[in-house]
T-cell receptor, first 115, second 114 residues
Framework: NAGVTQTPKFQVLKTGQSMTLQCAQDMNHEYMSWYRQDPGMGLRLIHYSVGAGITDQGEVPNGYNVSRSTTEDFPLRLLSAAPSQTSVYFCASRPVSGHLGNEQFFGPGTRLTVL | GENVEQHPSTLSVQEGDSAVIKCTYS??????FPWYKQELGKRPQLIIDIRSNVGEKKDQRIAVTLNKTAKHFSLHITETQPEDSAVYFC?????????????FGAGTQVVVTP
């Protein structure tokens, strides 16, 4: 299993540009989520999904869109990049149905800089 | 939603000493209590977890203890080594709630000095 994969690893954008961060998992996990991690800070939840076609907002959703058309993929779209979105972005997944307490698996992260 | 606090925010220990990090939560329905470790430049990874029907769990040099009445749980690292230097996050949640958001504490930076 590849686990959770993210592309790209690094990205530099100019203010106002849009882009999509890709995330995929091959573990058939229902739950997927996106976090951002700013220097010296914790993980803040942006959006999450409990299955194909179902998404919801986390703590810091403004400026980001998500969709979940398949179990495997959960892309994160930046609509109009701003310097405040400079951060490291982690995608994560975990199983939901029928489990009590599940490990969340993280992707390797995407380091985004907005100039 | 869950209100999670971690203390301390930074912790410096001498190699060989013990380290303890405390996580306080607000949701009395939380029933799953994991700790994640994030080394510099890496992704967070689960190191130990505990369920609400257990008071303590050990795995070699790390242990987690749970006090459900007081709504806090703690990570204990004994005989610390330089490779224990990392940021540690707690993430208490309702594991059986399919809609449950998984939110993390702010993290504790542990530095182990030789």
């Amino acid at each position: 299993n590849a686990g959770v994969t993210q592309t790209p690893k690094f990205q530099v954008l100019k203010t106002g540009q849009s882009m999509t961060l890709q995330c995929a998992q091959d573990m058939n996990h229902e739950y997927m989520s996106w976090y951002r991690q700013d220097p010296g800070m914790g993980l803040r939840l942006i959006h999450y999904s409990v299955g194909a076609g179902i998404t919801d907002q986390g703590e810091v959703p403004n400026g980001y869109n998500v969709s979940r058309s398949t179990t495997e993929d959960f892309p994160l779209r930046l609509l109009s990049a701003a310097p405040s979105q400079t951060s490291v972005y982690f995608c994560a997944s975990r199983p939901v149905s029928g489990h009590l307490g599940n490990e969340q698996f993280f992707g390797p992260g995407t380091r985004l800089t907005v100039l | 939603g869950e209100n999670v606090e971690q203390h301390p925010s930074t912790l410096s220990v001498q190699e060989g000493d013990s380290a303890v990090i405390k996580c306080t939560y607000s949701d009395s329905a939380s029933n799953y209590f994991p700790w994640y470790k994030q080394e510099l430049g890496k992704r967070p990874q689960l190191i130990i977890d505990i369920r609400s029907n257990v008071g303590e769990k050990k795995d070699q040099r790390i242990a987690v203890t749970l006090n459900k009445t007081a709504k806090h749980f703690s990570l204990h690292i004994t005989e610390t080594q330089p490779e224990d230097s990392a940021v540690y996050f707690c993430a208490p949640n309702r594991a059986t709630d399919s809609w449950g958001k998984l939110q993390f504490g702010a993290g504790t930076q542990v530095v182990v000095t030789p």
